[in-house]
């Protein structure tokens, strides 16, 4: 397996801007879990997923920020205007419903100036 | 409300020199704790998984043990190449699927 798959790996953009991030799942795997991660706070949870259905997303620091999951391959993360306060590395994680052990995609590095 | 306390923040040890990495928790009931290692500019990778005191599980150099209130991963003559960060991170029984991080310790081993 490929293991999970996030795009774009690198993202600078303007503040102001729109960011969307992208996250592939393992095959088979019914939970999604978006991260951010920074020097300061470590590594967040922001949302995650049962079998599509945000469950709970009490992580995501404001509404500019959004998540879905379309299909069971698939997910979005969105930033909406970046500030450059959201500047951090961004994960994506998948777990098979009996296991419970997360496993991490390579994640994208997000600067907003 | 879940709780993660790793140290030392950072650890610097030469090469063959053994030492421990604590990871302090207080959970609602665990279902389990997991052990990560952490490459500069990549994901965490998964290491162990542990899930009720007295456990314990080896990987090459690394064992990782469990008490009611605590992890430690001990590392036994490391080499540069486990220069990395390690994280911690409980999974209680109510919470699904969802981990709690620790901070992390950031290793060094020098040749």
């Known amino acids: 397996d490929a293991g999970v798959i996030q795009s774009p790996r690198h993202e600078v953009t303007e503040m102001g801007q729109e960011v ?82 997360q496993y991490f995609g390579p994640g994208t590095r997000l600067l907003v100036l | 409300e879940d709780q993660v306390t790793q140290s030392p923040e950072a650890l610097r040890l030469q090469e063959g020199e053994s030492s421990s990495l604590n990871c302090s928790y207080t959970v609602s009931g665990l279902r389990g704790l997991f052990w990560y290692r952490q490459d500069p500019g990549k994901g965490p990778e998964f290491l162990f998984t542990l899930y009720s005191a007295g456990e314990e599980k080896e990987k090459e150099r690394l064992k990782a043990t469990l008490t009611k209130k605590e992890s430690f991963l001990h590392i036994t003559a490391p080499k540069p190449e486990d220069s990395a960060t390690y994280l911690c991170a409980v999974q209680a029984n109510n919470a699904g699927n969802m981990l709690t991080f620790g901070g992390g310790t950031r290793l060094m081993v020098k040749p």
């Open chain 1, 20 to 101: 969307t991030l992208r996250c592939k799942p393992i095959s088979g795997h019914d939970y999604l879990f978006w991260y951010r991660q920074t020097m300061m706070r470590g590594l967040e949870l922001l949302i995650y997923f049962n079998n599509n259905v945000p469950i709970d997303d009490s992580g995501m620091p404001e509404d500019r920020f959004s998540a879905k999951m379309p299909n069971a391959s698939f997910s979005t993360l969105k930033i909406q205007p970046s500030e450059p306060r959201d500047s951090a590395v961004y994960f994506c994680a998948s777990s098979p419903v009996a296991a419970g052990t």
